[in-house]
């Protein structure tokens, strides 16, 4: 077919009327990005030749994506997330801050409010039968190497089977969630299980679209962390455990060199009795070193819509009358 309208009078005044720009209301920003977008859309179904049968496929699966809310899933698997970072690194970058621990992806599976500890928390409700105990530890500091006493480190990870309380109903509340404040020398210590890789469910609609392009879910075994101290630039980041065969194949593309730690198997009767452990554990060690900011936007994570945050914030989002 060689049927090409985009560039005509009629679709371009067609493109002008759809995106609103002819009205008086609305938002500027929204029209214009809707205009881009459309567009740009408009020309791909031109450039293709997209049948209406592969148009009208494509509608069925965002209303699957929507209705299973996997938006959220699907964004990091095409990249999204990850650009995201790169964009934020280069502004950083360009503003000559840099140095401290590197950023990556948060995901769609935090949740707001998990119990609060000073220095030390456990953070598994031990009902994980195959959860290798795991010591996870670490100081956070300045780029100058200062120790950040009463810093704010929330952590949260996957169980045995790569699940996530809160979204996996099997588990208890907040299991494997934890907000840490560092103690006096800066340090904060979990005891945990090991988490497991993360697989996308099979069948589900993201699964749908990753496999149209030939391409896995899986996600290597990781922990996320929210690291915060007052005079300090937020840090939302992860590690990812050495070894795991996805590593370095993240569907997420979350993984960053500098964020890669092993776990090591510690089996000397002292070092369990001085964590007063079970038995031998796996020890995890993630230092990290937040850049110094006066701006203090940049002390606090990006909004977002969160499981058990803003809930207010969200549900005006969610209505469409947030500004864009
Ligand atoms: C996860 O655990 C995750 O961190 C991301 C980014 C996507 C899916 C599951
Ligand atoms: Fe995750």
């Known amino acids: 077919m060689t049927v090409k309208i985009f560039d005509t009078p009629e679709v371009q005044d067609f493109l002008e009327a759809v995106s609103g720009l002819d009205q008086q209301g609305g938002n500027e920003r929204a029209k214009r990005i809707v205009h881009r977008l459309v567009a740009d859309l408009f020309k791909l179904i031109d450039d293709f030749d997209v049948t209406e049968e592969e148009y009208w496929s494509a509608v069925n699966l965002l209303n699957a994506l929507g209705s299973q809310t996997q938006f959220g899933l699907l964004s990091p698997g095409l990249g999204f997330d990850h650009f995201l970072d790169m964009r934020q690194d280069a502004i950083d970058a360009e503003a000559r801050r840099s140095g401290g621990t590197p950023r990556t992806i948060e995901g769609p599976l935090y949740v707001a409010g998990a119990p609060e500890a000073e220095g030390f928390a456990r953070m598994d409700d031990g009902q994980d039968q195959n959860g ?12 100058d190497g200062n120790p950040v006493a009463g810093a704010k480190v929330e952590i949260w990870h996957a169980n045995s089977k790569g699940g996530y309380s809160f979204f996996d109903k099997t588990q208890s509340e907040y299991n494997l969630r934890r907000t840490i404040y560092t103690d006096s020398e800066g340090r904060y210590t979990a005891r945990s299980i090991i988490p497991s890789g993360y697989g996308v469910p099979e069948g589900a609609p993201t699964d749908v679209v990753l496999k149209s392009l030939g ?6 075994a990781h922990i996320h962390y929210f690291v915060s101290a007052p005079g300090h630039q937020h840090l939302t980041t992860q590690i990812n455990l050495a070894g ?10 979350a993984t ?12 000397a009767a002292d070092e369990i009795a001085k964590r007063e ?3 031998p554990f796996c020890e995890v060690v993630f230092d990290v070193a937040l850049s110094t900011t006066d701006a203090t936007e940049l002390q606090v994570r990006h909004k977002r819509p969160r499981a058990k945050e803003d809930e207010q914030d969200q549900a005006s989002q969610q209505a469409g009358t947030a500004k864009v």
Not at 215 to 220: A, F, I, L, N
């Open 277 to 279: 452990m079970d038995g």
């Open 215 to 220: 391409r896995h879910g899986e996600r290597p």
């Open 244 to 253: 795991d065969p996805y590593t370095f194949d993240d569907f997420a593309f």
């Open 132 to 143: 290798e105990a795991m010591w996870l530890t670490g100081q956070v500091r300045d780029v």
């Open 256 to 267: 960053r060199e500098e964020l890669v730690v092993p776990a090591n198997r510690i089996e």
